[in-house]
Structure formats: structure tokens, C-alpha cells
């Protein structure tokens, strides 16, 4: 695993994304598989011999294309996703600015000595 911060802090929100990713693949796996199990039997004819009801391909190809919206959509719910703990301040306490420019040292720096 790879932080972008030094902060340790971020960690449980990795897991936490990671393990709201899994749960995702694994619905997904489930509904497409299941979409697929009812209807393919249905698109390949299985329902003429007793009904009569054959589905067009057209029907077809639209039905497999609302199965991999249906997918997309379950996924596009991660980027609803909240970590679990707050993003850390990075305001130090003596109230200046959290990233330090070398150069700015430096002017204060000569700034002090003169």
C-alpha cells in the first residue's frame, strides 16, 4: 500500500475504500451473472416450445446492454464513497502555511539576522 501523505491516518480509509471496491465486484458479479443465467436461456428460445415467446435480437442486444448499465451504475456509487475518519488538518500551529517555500525561508531568514 502506498500513501501519498507521511500520515499513518490514512490507512483505515484505504481499507475501508478497499473493502467497499470488493464488496462493489462482488455485487456486480452477482446481478450480471444472475441477468445473464435468466436470459440468455430466454434469448436463445428456451420459452418458444412452451409459450411461444421468442425475443428478438435486437431485444436481446438492448437487454445485455442495460445489463452492463446497471453494472456501471453500481459502480459509479464509489464515488459516493465518505472516508470513515476526517482528512487531517495541515495548518501548523504557529498559523503559517502549511507547505514552506525554501525561498521564503531564506528571505526570513535575512530578515532576522539584519
Known amino acids: 500500500m502506498v500513501l501519498m501523505s507521511g500520515s ?3 490507512v483505515p480509509n484505504a481499507i475501508a475504500l478497499s473493502k467497499g471496491t470488493i464488496r462493489n465486484i462482488k455485487q456486480n458479479l452477482f446481478w450480471a451473472f444472475a441477468y445473464n443465467a ?3 436461456p ?12 421468442l425475443l428478438s435480437p ?3 442486444a438492448g437487454a445485455m446492454a442495460l445489463s452492463s448499465i446497471f453494472v456501471l451504475g453500481n459502480a459509479l456509487r464509489l464515488k459516493r464513497w465518505k472516508p470513515p475518519m476526517p482528512a487531517v488538518d495541515k495548518a501548523p500551529q504557529s498559523g503559517r ?3 514552506s517555500d525554501v525561498s521564503s525561508d531564506v528571505h526570513e531568514m535575512e530578515r532576522n539576522a539584519a
Open 8 to 10: 499513518l491516518k490514512g
Open 38 to 40: 435468466a436470459l440468455i
Open 42 to 53: 430466454v434469448a436463445a428460445g428456451v420459452l418458444y416450445p412452451v409459450s411461444g415467446v
Open 58 to 60: 435486437v431485444l436481446a
Open 97 to 99: 502555511p502549511a507547505t
